[in-house]
DNA sequence: CCCCGGAAAC
DNA sequence: ACTGATTTCCGGGG
């Protein structure tokens, strides 16, 4: 990973204590940057085609998105948190004029019985209090809020602060992708505060800082600052009122769709389509600064209340970073080109933060913008164009909003841009968020579902909901109730589309025209009633929608059956994804008499019954035309019948003789051609004990034996290397003039010496003589370790004992080009050898091995073995060697004696815990390993995703002891 | 300018 | 040895 020193200083965080906490933060954002760039690196390439945008790339964006969204949300989270500063919280309320706090207490049950009274009241207050705010209290900056950009605009922007490594060609394709982002998760779940500097970079802020809460109280004092401070500071002074308040945001991630806003490229030709990066970067740069600037300056002047003068002055005192490139202008040309004059002033278009409070006497949460001064209008904060009103002059009584001129609508092109709704959260006083996009999307079914990528793969619900999860409060309350139950009201009272996509994966309607090909509506037509005609197509619910599947996808996925007398419910062209199955539809054609294609019927669930398959009798078990059984779920288990999913277990059935089938699971498609999955095999239950208990008793075998091979190629390396020590010592004794102390003893590396001796990193003190037999013969520096490694899984201690003086000169270099005890990982006795791991190896990683982990182990590992002693017992070990590896992960040894059968079943039990752990692995995204999950090689993972490894399937009937 | 239909990749 | 599609982009039309 390759990076401009200036970033990497970006990167590292010097806040103090919040840099743990970063470090887990920044692997994603560190890929996160790479993956940026990576589209840029071959769109620069232009060579492959016009094709749009190709397959990785859409994940690229896809995952961009994902990071984008969750660092957003980290933002609303930390600044929420923030806001419940208590000194934050007093200045504001002693800024506060009494009136309007007195107002607040006024309304109490005591004094106003009547709850909607009450509301009215709240109301009331509540406009008073954000009239003061927007009209006296606080300044609103043109500048500074968060923006929406594109994925173009951002690309433009890391390249103008020179991630060059972007334009490399060479940059590998982050095959990586899913980047952990469950532990970007974690951390923002575990870490309420996470260094702001870091992600206002990733955020942009616009150069307004905000690193503590004590900025916040800075701009509270200056009453100034951007609007979304505004809104920020507004939810502050209303906790401060002892309203329950939430901070609503606005989630503004950069959109995973190719071109959506697409610009149109105009300023681009102007700047003549550099092709040497650096130039474009370098035009970028001075470009845009000298270009935004006027803009907004004239846009301000223009729109905006006539104080802008002071505010130049007033100018937010820290300014740290370095003027960058606004991104968000470099392809912006919508609104340079057509609504220059008009770029609308952050106080009149719909913001990214506001406010809710909650409506003790109604019950219910008011939408409060304290800079538009507007309350208890949810529409008001949905900027999309919108078919129903513009958000612009006629929303409402702004009573008293500074804006009375408000001109032509802002275009549309440049609301859009700056401000998409896709996801709202409302974040509570304790901090837990609730996903409100409901409340304030106007055409939530047409447009935000989909924006938000409901529809398509499944995956993406899933993600949101996830990262729902982390942040939700974990129990609900009686408001929730309420609040979801009116947003489950919005989104059914919510219009019908206007538009035919707009009914496309609409979650509410469908058009008969988006069914897919095994879709219909099930109650036919006349039974289901047509909710209303769009452009004289009948639009229904989708939840009259059923899914459909040949007899065969019924048993292979879900292991059912048509029930008898059942006719399809649709007929369909059947088509063929494999050879055989082509050629089979080809003769039925033919034979069919010439009558055009071949059909197949579909049905609905309804119409199929759970498949129960013939029993196993007399320990026969049923198999079908190919000597198998079908396994596709585990309700196809006859009665009587017992899966035992592991491999090499048909070997040891046949050689007891037991009759058996293998269990075909599902099928593998590859070039047209299905290929049968055999996860072990089924027997009759009777013989449960006598087939597990000969397969663990071969396997044990099988595993000693490995591991005999294993501590056979252990000990010979190390014999290597105590054999390359002892050559060392002599010649070390034999030169010697300084006998036990040489230089920072490297261990030699007893392999082919293919990596060349590297420069010495410290200088030894001895000018110019041969001081020891290092000069002559070099150590071996040990290979560095150029991939990237996460932190070591049981903490790896490094032996170092020499290591402290030689890093007495120039130790801050040294510790830079010796970055990590991994290091010593590329040692690892055993891992050089052995390129296909077996499962066993990777589940042992807790077990203690028989493998000799320090030189007394081996010491007494070689006498056993009577190996040559002698030379070993006569040179004394460099005595670095014998600390070296005095872990205290050593375990007693496993005694290796022979099992009786309970231990091979305790031992079943375990392996199948470990095997199951292993593959929830995935799914959990709260397991503290800090490993990277998704490490798996190809081959490890085939051996290890075996869906059904780790269930012994049991008949329905339980099987009676004998 | 947006919307829709068709096509290619997968 | 028993699957299929969806998604995105482009160009034409209103």
């Known amino acids: 990973m390759t990076m401009d020193p200036t970033n990497n200083s970006i990167l590292t965080s010097d806040d103090s204590d919040d840099e743990l906490d970063w470090e887990e933060v920044e692997v994603p954002r560190a890929e996160h940057l790479e993956i940026t760039l990576q589209p840029k690196a071959t769109s620069a390439k232009a060579s492959t085609k016009r094709k749009g945008l190709s397959y990785a790339e859409r994940l690229t964006r896809i995952h961009c998105h994902k990071i984008h969204t969750i660092c957003l949300i980290a933002n609303g989270w930390i600044r929420n948190h923030w806001l419940n500063d208590e000194l934050l919280q007093a200045r504001l309320l002693s800024l506060t004029p009494l009136p309007l706090q007195n107002s607040f207490a006024m309304i109490h049950k005591s004094r106003v019985p009547d709850a909607a009274r009450r509301g009215y009241l709240f109301e009331a207050s509540i406009t008073r209090l954000a009239e003061w705010w927007s009209e006296s209290f606080f300044k609103v900056t043109p500048e500074g809020h968060l923006r929406n950009r594109t994925f173009e605009d951002i690309q433009l922007g890391l390249e103008a602060q020179g991630f060059r490594s972007l334009t490399e060609p060479t940059a590998k394709k982050p095959t990586g992708p899913a980047p952990a982002f469950q532990d970007v998760i974690q951390s923002l779940h575990q870490s309420p505060t996470i260094d702001n500097d870091t992600l206002q970079d990733i955020l942009d802020d616009d150069g307004e800082f905000v690193r503590t809460p004590k900025s916040l109280m800075k701009h509270a004092l200056m009453r100034k600052g951007s609007r979304d ?3 920020q500071l507004f939810t502050a002074l209303c906790r401060s009122l002892g309203i329950p308040t939430r901070l609503v945001v606005s989630i503004q991630s950069l959109p995973w769709q190719a071109n959506i806003n697409k610009p149109k490229a105009k ?8 092709k040497a990066v650096e130039s474009q970067a370098s035009n970028i740069d001075p470009g845009s600064g000298s270009d935004v600037k006027p803009i907004h300056l004239q846009g301000q002047s223009s729109t905006d209340t006539p104080t802008e003068q002071s505010q130049a002055k007033s100018k937010p005192i820290i300014k740290l970073r370095k003027q960058k490139p606004k991104g968000n202008r470099l392809g912006g040309p919508s609104p340079g080109a057509s609504g220059r004059n008009n770029i609308p002033s952050p106080s009149i278009t719909p913001p990214v933060f506001w406010t809710e409070v909650f409506s003790r006497g109604d019950g219910r949460w008011l939408a409060v913008d304290p800079v538009r001064c507007i309350v208890n209008k949810r529409k008001a904060f949905d900027p999309s164009p919108g078919t129903s009103a513009p958000p612009g002059p006629s929303s409402f009584g702004s009573l008293g909003t500074p804006a009375p001129q408000k001109v032509a609508r802002p275009t549309f092109s440049y609301a859009v841009s700056e401000n998409r709704m896709a996801y709202v959260l409302a974040f509570e006083e304790d901090g837990y968020a609730r996903d409100v996009t409901r409340r304030y999307a106007r055409e939530y079914g047409a447009k935000v579902s989909k924006v938000q990528g409901q529809g398509r793969g499944k995956g993406r619900l899933e993600w949101w909901n996830r990262v729902m999860n982390i942040v ?5 309350l009686h408001r929730d109730d309420i609040e979801d139950e009116e947003l489950d009201a919005n989104e059914m009272k919510e219009a019908m589309p206007t538009t035919i996509s707009g009914f496309k994966d609409h979650p509410l309607y469908v058009l008969t025209r988006h069914l897919h090909q095994n879709q219909m509506i099930y109650p036919e037509p006349p039974d289901t009633p047509e909710l209303g005609k769009f452009r004289g197509e009948p639009v229904y619910p989708r939840s009259a929608v059923v899914d459909l599947k040949s007899s065969e996808n019924w048993l292979r996925s879900e292991g059912r059956v048509v029930k008898a007398g059942c006719q399809p419910l649709k007929m369909v062209k059947a088509r063929s994804g494999t050879v055989n199955k082509l050629r089979e539809i080809e003769t039925l054609k033919t034979a069919g008499a010439g009558n055009g294609e071949v059909m197949q019927g579909l049905y609905a669930r309804g119409q199929t019954e759970v498949y129960v398959p013939p029993p196993v009798i007399d320990g026969i078990v049923p198999k079908n035309n190919f000597g198998n059984i079908d396994l596709y779920v585990p309700s196809m288990l006859p009665r009587g019948g017992l899966h035992v999913p592991f491999k090499g277990v048909a070997k040891i059935a046949r050689q007891l003789g037991l009759d058996y089938a293998e269990a075909v699971t599902r099928f593998d498609f590859k070039n047209r051609r299905a290929v049968p ?17 000969a397969y663990w008793e071969a396997e044990k075998e099988a595993e000693e034996k490995a591991q005999k091979q294993r501590e ?20 070390q004794n034999q030169y010697q003039d300084r006998a036990g102390e040489g230089p920072a003893v490297e261990q030699p590396q007893s392999e082919q010496s293919g990596t060349a001796i590297e420069e010495e990193p410290n200088g030894d003190q001895a000018g110019g003589f041969l001081v020891g037999a290092d000069d002559v013969v070099q150590p071996f520096h040990l290979p560095r370790n150029f991939h990237p490694v996460l932190p070591p899984y049981p903490p790896i201690l490094l032996p170092t004992p020499h290591e402290a003086d030689s890093g007495t000169n120039g130790s801050e270099a040294e510790d830079m080009a010796n970055p990590e005890p991994v290091v010593f990982k590329t040692m690892d006795i055993d891992s050089d050898e052995e390129p296909n791991v077996d499962v066993t190896t990777t589940f042992n990683t807790s077990q203690p091995t028989l493998v000799p982990k320090s030189m007394k182990e081996l010491a007494a590992k070689m006498g056993k073995a009577s190996v040559t002693t002698d030379d070993v017992s006569e040179a004394p070990l460099p005595p670095e060697i014998e600390v070296t590896t005095d872990q205290a992960t050593l375990k007693p040894k496993r005694t290796p004696k022979g099992k009786t059968v309970k231990q091979s079943a305790t031992r079943l039990a375990r392996v199948s815990r470990q095997k199951r752990k292993n593959d929830s692995d995935d799914e959990s995204m709260a397991s503290d390993s800090p490993l990277p999950k998704r490490r798996r090689t190809k081959g490890l993972d085939k051996s290890v995703s075996v869906p059904s490894s780790s269930r012994v399937l049991r008949p329905r009937a339980p099987r009676r002891e004998a």
Do not use: D, F
Request: net charge positive; charged share 35%.
């Open 229 to 231: 401070l505004s809104a």
């Open 267 to 274: 300023p681009k030709a102007k700047k003549g389509k550099g």
């Open 472 to 476: 939700h409060r974990p129990y609900r």
């Open 677 to 693: 999955v055999i996860e072990g095999v089924v027997v009759a239950a009777e013989n449960e004990e006598i087939l597990l208990e």
């Open 712 to 731: 056979e190629r252990v000990v010979k390396k190390w014999k290597r290397l105590i054999q390359a020590l002892q050559i060392r010592q002599r010649l």
